[in-house]
């Protein structure tokens, strides 16, 4: 079973940085993309960053409006691990951020449980 295991979020005040990890339980190249979204109470779930390998080695990645210039998504393919580095934070950027993997076959993307990141102004 497939397993996406966040970490990293909690308290920091505006202007701060956090670094989110999100650990698969299978090597990485079982999906077709991995990435961030993050969810405030009562709002849809967002699309913060996601990456993908292309031609085996490039990297395509894409950012939401809100965050370019702030978030890098990075990952390492021998831990099996997407990385979220977050700089200047705002405080709308509270919120539940959760890991997400795209199947290479049929189905639904793979969802971890989720890790508050709370910015305090």
């Known amino acids: 079973q497939v397993q996406l295991v966040e970490s990293g979020g909690g308290l920091v005040q505006a202007g701060g940085s956090l670094r989110l990890s999100c650990s698969a339980s299978?090597?990485?190249?079982?999906?077709?993309?991995m990435g961030w979204y993050r969810q405030v109470p009562g709002m849809q779930r967002e699309l913060v960053a996601s990456?993908?390998?292309?031609?085996?080695?490039?990297?395509?990645?894409n950012y939401a409006d809100s965050v370019k210039g702030r978030f890098t998504i990075s990952r390492d393919n021998a831990l099996n691990t997407v990385y979220l580095q977050m700089n200047s934070l705002k405080p709308e950027d509270t919120a539940v951020y959760y890991c997400?993997?795209?199947?290479?076959?049929?189905?639904?993307?793979?969802w971890g449980q989720g890790t508050q990141v709370t910015v305090s102004s």
């Open positions: 990456i993908r390998s292309s031609s085996g080695r490039t990297n395509v990645i």
């Open positions: 997400n993997a795209g199947r290479l076959t049929p189905g639904p993307p793979y």
């Open positions: 299978v090597r990485m190249s079982s999906f077709i993309t």
